[in-house]
């Protein structure tokens, strides 16, 4: 079976390289089934953002438009070749779901699917808004501490899915805090906040992605780990896999090692979205 990949960057964000086309083309070289094109939404509406660089963590408002075009028609191109899916990875900020969704709402019927994702912090009576996935802050990770940074992540993940107003089908890198390697100290504490997310993932009947990214990265394992998987295997919560690729080459990043690992686990079917619509496909 051809593999899909649902998470790729473009030149659009700032911070990763490469034309849509360029990743469409690959993911055709690679033999991809479907390649889910989503780049990172606009951050610019946002309160409390000062000390974020988001000028290079997303594409703009008025960007969107021609995103959305260019894709759509490389859609039509490539449909003898690929299946095209178009979507968002949007990231969740706590009580400002009304200035995303007059963004969003108007362009969310030609989306396929929205990876949900926390990449930034906001702590109560800290510094201020910060990208704990950035190594431009990796002051404020050391300042805050692995546990807090890994306690406040899984929190914020839990508010994120109890979100009526956070519209989204797939939770993406589960395990980020782990990225540079940052191990929290109580761990009994992590691990029963983490299972607590796990169960809600479940209860909400959400998707969570299997993110090889993370193998390009210190912690040089996939996004959630082995263990974190196995949980989720037990709990029966549906997954597909990402690269979150930001260069071409990086589409389908380390799939048959995954599809291998999974596939041990006991999975046997990964999800696909169709206009936002969940089904499966087998492995
Ligand atoms: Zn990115
Ligand atoms: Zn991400």
Request: some cysteine; glycine content about 4%.
């Amino acid at each position: 079976m051809g593999y899909e990949d649902w998470h790729t960057h473009n030149e659009g964000c700032k911070h990763a390289k490469g034309k849509i086309e360029e990743y469409i083309k690959n993911a055709i070289k690679f033999k991809l089934r479907t390649i889910g094109v989503s780049d990172h939404f606009p951050y610019e509406f946002l309160e409390d953002i000062e000390r974020i660089p988001y000028e290079e963590y997303a594409i703009t408002l008025p960007e969107i438009e021609r995103y959305l075009t260019t894709s759509e028609d490389l859609r039509d191109k490539y449909k003898e070749d690929i299946i095209v899916r178009l979507g968002f990875e949007i990231d969740y900020f706590k009580n400002q779901e009304s200035a995303l969704n007059t963004h969003l709402t108007p362009i969310k019927k030609r989306l396929d699917f929205i990876l949900g994702s926390i990449h930034i912090l906001n702590f109560f009576n800290g510094k201020g808004a910060w990208g704990f996935d950035d190594s431009r802050f990796r002051k404020d990770y050391d300042y805050y501490g692995a546990d807090k940074v890994y306690m406040f992540y899984y929190q914020s993940l839990q508010k994120m899915m109890n979100s009526e107003r956070f519209d989204f089908d797939i939770l993406a890198h589960f395990d980020l805090p782990k990225k540079f390697n940052d191990i929290p100290m109580n761990k009994e504490i992590i691990d029963n906040e983490m299972m607590k997310t796990l169960e809600l993932i479940k209860k909400r009947d959400f998707t969570t992605e299997i993110n090889s990214g993370g193998l390009r990265k210190d912690c040089k394992e996939q996004y959630p780990s082995k263990k974190i998987i196995e949980e989720m295997y037990s709990l029966d919560i549906p997954i597909l896999l990402g690269s979150d690729a930001h260069k071409p080459e990086e589409v389908a990043w380390k799939f048959k090692k995954l599809i291998k690992m999974l596939k041990k686990i006991g999975y046997n079917q990964l999800a696909h979205f169709n206009r936002r619509k969940r089904s499966f496909i087998e492995i």
